[in-house]
């Protein structure tokens, strides 16, 4: 079921029954520990996870990728971590509805400062509803990116306004000046391929 990425990541996926298309779910490691970044539910998975290391939390990079998200942390009794409604300058009730519909009153919201598991180190993107994780060289996003035959390309959503209403930026105006800055080498992302090397020389 698994996929290695590298010795320390993995990653599991299936098929959404409503748009037809792949989606994924990561699996992070170290010091025997593991994080499921956007965890999709899949039998057994528990009993594979801990093949691997001891499930320590459960973290979501934006509210449409919740998936088994809130179910595996009740059901292992594990920290779940949400994206902060305000820094990632969400619709309020739109998210509100979100926690309540689907339980997540137990999770925890989660900022840049916030200090999460494993080390991991959380990055807003401007515009898109969505945190960006860091997990050493790699940068972890749930829809904003992904790799298609070994290239890197970004989440054709058009355009919206930047903080004062007026200028209007694409996903990739958003997202390249946070990958310059983190120095991340591959990515990880919800959808398609992951990109496991030479990151920033597609940029």
Do not use: C
């Amino acid at each position: 079921m698994f996929e290695p990425i590298s010795k320390d990541i993995f990653r599991w996926g299936t098929i959404d029954g409503e748009s037809g298309i792949m989606m994924y779910s990561h699996l992070l490691l170290r010091d025997n520990k593991a994080v499921l970044i956007d965890p999709i539910a899949m039998p057994k998975l528990l009993q594979m996870i801990k093949v691997l290391g001891e499930p320590e939390a459960v973290i979501m990079t934006n509210y449409p990728h919740l998936r088994g998200s809130p179910l595996i942390s009740r059901q292992w009794n594990i920290p779940l971590f949400i994206p902060n409604i305000k820094e990632a300058d969400e619709d309020e009730s739109l998210t509100n509805m979100f926690i309540d519909l689907y339980n997540m009153k137990h999770g925890q919201q989660y900022g840049e400062s916030t200090s999460l598991p494993l080390g991991i180190k959380a990055h807003i993107i401007p515009g898109r509803h969505e945190f960006a994780l860091t997990f050493g060289d790699y940068l972890i996003v749930g829809d904003s990116a992904y790799g298609i035959n070994g290239n890197l390309n970004f989440y054709p959503s058009g355009i919206w306004p930047d903080e004062t209403g007026k200028k209007a930026k694409s996903t990739s105006e958003a997202l390249i000046p946070l990958l310059r800055k983190t120095g991340a080498k591959s990515l990880l992302s919800g959808h398609m391929e992951d990109i496991p090397s030479g990151l920033q020389e597609m940029i």
